[in-house]
């Protein structure tokens, strides 16, 4: 049996993976020049800058029976936040995982006793659903402000720490995610941490790629159309000449599914700029900071050379700033923005840009109520099966659950 599977990104390498596993012939057709698609990780003069800041809960589960943790050699962020409004500095620590730190986090200005209790409760009630992706959480959907605010948060938590917090996570400061993602994310930062490999990102595909033997993967090889015989999924075009195989597996992001499958993906993206600088040391330690602040770019930094060492040349330190608008700005102007913000809260941050990613599709734009009507991997079509982030929910854990499905539906049909 040969599979040819059309896009390297989380989905794509972990259908692969599991179907090399089980002894089938897999070719990847990716159409940029490396794997990873989204999870990508680039070099900058001793840097390692991933391709729009994002992080790994090491409780996902789903992505943990396909890596190995231990050679990704993962390095945790400290548990809750820096938020900061201006010169103003509340930290929010994380009473759940860190008892210790339970004085302190109901000292700290942006949370008022209640918020605090709730915030326990609503962890509670995430733990006690025995949920795989974020479609799976259980009872009504809602945007994440509505369930919020039933749940009594007061205005200031929510304004303080939700948007900035699940904004830098949902890329939508509205908070008008669907509340299942809230209460996964929830359910993940509870139950494990929150990391980054120790060389970058990108060590997650590239792990999931060195299960694959070698000539499998094919980059710079964009799939133009595929090929059909009596409705029937045949195979794949790629510069001009025809590849035979008994199933493909459509990988690529949603709206590229539809154009070559021809199948209702779901439409609309959220996106972030990501601006790097090289920085002298700040006080935020291994602790995200977040902006608070009405009218401000940055919706998020982090010191991420504090984290992962090997981020940065020795001696030096890199900052990762994520603001939720500026795409079409030039980039002198988004620099001169995140430095604005940035040396506001750390005056002697002393910053020198770096480099800018602007990243339009993100995530697929997940509303409330999404995950009821997303593809499924099967299609009505033979021989032609979907995968990827959007038939499950937008992440890591999605994505490679995707892929981990399709394999299974190659194997079945
Ligand atoms: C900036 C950013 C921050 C994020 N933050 C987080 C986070 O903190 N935690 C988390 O869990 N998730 C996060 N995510 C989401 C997560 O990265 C994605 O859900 C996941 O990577 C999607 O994987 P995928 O395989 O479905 O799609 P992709 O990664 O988009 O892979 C699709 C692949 O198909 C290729 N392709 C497209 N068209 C063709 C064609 N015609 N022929 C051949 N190849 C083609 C593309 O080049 C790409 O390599 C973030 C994503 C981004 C970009």
Redesign the pocket.
């Known amino acids: 049996m040969r599979i040819i599977v059309?896009?390297?990104?989380?989905?794509?390498?972990?259908c692969a993976k599991v179907l090399a596993e089980r002894g089938v012939e897999v070719v990847i057709?990716?159409?940029?020049d490396g794997?990873?698609?989204?999870?990508r990780t680039d070099e900058l003069d001793g840097f390692l800058l991933?391709?729009?800041?994002?992080?790994?809960?090491t409780s996902?589960p789903v992505s943990k029976r396909h890596l190995d943790h231990a050679a990704l050699d993962l390095k945790s962020f400290d548990p809750g936040a820096i938020v900061r409004r201006g010169r103003e500095e509340s930290v929010l620590s994380d009473p759940l995982r860190d008892p210790k730190s339970l004085v302190p986090s109901l000292l700290s200005g942006a949370a008022t006793f209640s918020d605090k209790l709730r915030t326990l409760a609503l962890v509670a009630g995430s733990l006690s659903v025995g949920a795989a992706t974020a479609g799976e959480m259980d009872g009504a959907d809602s945007s994440s402000l509505e369930y919020l605010r039933s749940y009594g948060f007061s205005e200031r938590i929510i304004d303080d720490f939700y948007r900035p917090f699940y904004g830098?996570?949902f890329?939508d400061r509205s908070l008008s995610t669907s509340s299942r993602v809230l209460r996964f994310t929830f359910k993940m930062l509870a139950t494990g941490s929150t990391t980054v490999p120790a060389l970058g990102i990108g060590e997650i595909p590239k792990q999931l790629a060195s299960h694959l033997p070698p000539g499998a993967i094919c980059t710079d090889?964009?799939?133009?159309r595929l090929l059909w015989d009596g409705g029937r999924a045949v195979g794949?075009e790629?510069d001009g000449e025809e590849h035979e195989a008994d199933a493909v597996v459509v990988?690529?992001?949603a709206p590229?599914a539809g154009?070559?499958a021809g199948v209702a993906a779901p439409e609309g993206a959220v996106?972030?700029v990501?601006v790097y600088y090289a920085a002298d040391k700040l006080r935020s330690g291994k602790k995200i900071v977040l902006n608070a602040e009405d009218g401000g770019f940055l919706n998020n930094a982090v010191e991420i050379s504090a984290i992962a060492p090997s981020y940065a040349p020795r001696g030096q330190h890199l900052l990762c700033t994520v603001a939720l608008e500026g795409f079409g700005l030039p980039d002198g102007e988004i620099y001169r923005r995140g430095v604005e913000d940035v040396t506001r809260w750390y005056p002697e941050a002393g910053l020198r840009p770096l480099a800018i990613?602007r990243?339009p599709?993100?995530?697929?734009d997940q509303p409330p109520g999404v995950h009821e009507w997303l593809p499924e991997n099967r299609t009505n079509t033979p021989g032609l099966v979907l995968?990827?982030?959007?038939t499950e929910?937008?992440?890591?854990?999605?994505?490679m659950l995707?892929?981990e499905k399709a394999a299974g539906e190659v194997l079945r049909s």
């Open positions: 059309v896009g390297a990104g989380l989905a794509g390498l972990t057709f990716e159409a940029s794997v990873g698609g989204r999870v991933d391709r729009g800041f994002q992080v790994y809960f996902y830098g996570i890329l090889s964009p799939v133009e794949v790629v990988a690529t992001e590229e154009r070559l996106g972030q990501c990613y990243v599709y993100a995530q697929f995968a990827g982030e959007y929910d937008s992440s890591i854990n999605g994505s995707s892929g």
